[in-house]
């Protein structure tokens, strides 16, 4: 009896071991995206989906609000902890945040981002070289689409307003410059106006876009550029009881979005695919733990372009951000 008894005990101090040995070697990343929104949230989902499908450990630090001043310091706490050897994030700034980012990789902790870059995004030819990998939308692609979508909504004529959320951010930059350069290349009857920053506050957006529709009443459509200021945008014009007179075009497919275009106030939405670049960020700090050299250092995870003819369309509907709020 004696005998089992102690078979048993030093069976179990084995896997009691073997368990702790493997915790201690799991792979503990780092999650610190922009700010807290349904976009997020999603890639937040693919980090955790991620993580779980290959047993890593994460650490998610979400920023209340926008910005390289809030940023930063959680940034520098994660760096502190000492037990990270990835982080996965979405830069706030693509020159402001080099600097605390390198930091961060000098200390021993690879970086990876996704949605936002920075520098120019070009990490083996551009001004910043450090990060992995840049794992998001191609931005500029998604202005250029908003561009022809809303020409079209608006007849390939007219007077067309950009809210958008900050300054020096790759994301939104890359949006108004493709919208622009779109709008000027193909559709000279289109007059762009804008952008106005919003600074991630959707009443400021309201606001700003209620005074633009004050100043221009002609206006014919909105680009809003983000969640932020597609919902900001739409509200406005709903409030001036222009739905279906001004068009908007909103970047992000949240459920509110939709409801707006349900309701004529919102003619396109381009879905990005945040759960994508959450989950393969994840899998891509796996893949270089393990010794993986090869790893892409931009990959473009594309969209879902959604209008009243697809929407209803599994296929299609399944991009959109499936969030607990709106
Ligand atoms: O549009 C997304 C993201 O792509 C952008 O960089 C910041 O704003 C969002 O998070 C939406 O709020």
Redesign the pocket.
């Known amino acids: 009896m004696r005998k089992y008894v102690s078979l048993a005990m030093a069976a179990g101090l084995a896997l009691a071991f073997a368990a702790h040995a493997a915790a201690a070697e799991k792979l503990k990343i780092g999650f610190l995206p922009?700010?807290v929104?349904p976009?997020?949230q999603v890639m937040q989902l693919g980090v955790e989906k991620a993580a779980k499908d290959l047993g890593i450990d994460v650490v998610t630090q979400v920023p209340p609000t926008w910005g390289v001043d809030v940023q930063t310091p959680i940034l520098d706490s994660m760096v502190a902890r000492g037990d990270l050897k990835y982080i996965i994030t979405?830069p706030t700034d693509k020159d402001q945040m080099v600097g605390p980012l390198k930091a961060a990789a000098d200390a021993g902790i690879k970086v990876i981002t996704v949605?936002?870059f920075l520098g120019d995004g070009d990490y083996v030819n551009g001004p910043v070289k450090f990060p992995i990998s840049y794992i998001g939308s191609d931005n500029t692609e998604g202005g250029r689409i908003a561009a022809r979508g809303l020409a079209k909504a608006i007849g390939g004529k007219g007077v067309v307003y950009i809210n958008s959320?900050n300054p020096n951010?790759s994301?939104?930059e890359g949006r108004e410059k493709g919208f622009k350069e779109e709008m000027a290349k193909d559709f000279p009857d289109v007059k762009v106006l804008g952008p106005d920053y919003n600074l991630d506050d959707p009443n400021k957006a309201t606001q700003q876009t209620a005074a633009v529709l004050t100043r221009e009443p002609n206006l014919a459509g909105v680009f809003g550029t983000?969640?932020?200021s597609a919902q900001g945008a739409g509200a406005a014009v709903v409030n001036a009881g222009l739905g279906g007179h001004v068009q908007v075009v909103a970047?992000?497919a949240t459920k509110l979005a939709i409801e707006l275009m349900d309701k004529g106030v919102v003619s396109l939405v381009l879905a990005?695919k945040p759960f994508d670049m959450g989950y393969l960020a994840v899998m891509f700090a796996q893949a270089d733990a393990a010794g993986v050299t090869s790893l892409p250092r931009r990959v473009e995870t594309g969209f879902a372009i959604i209008d009243k003819s697809n929407v209803k369309d599994p296929a299609i509907a399944r991009f959109i951000y499936q969030t607990p709020g709106k």
């Open positions: 922009g700010v929104d976009f997020y979405a949605d936002t959320t951010v994301s939104v983000n969640v932020f970047y992000d990005q």
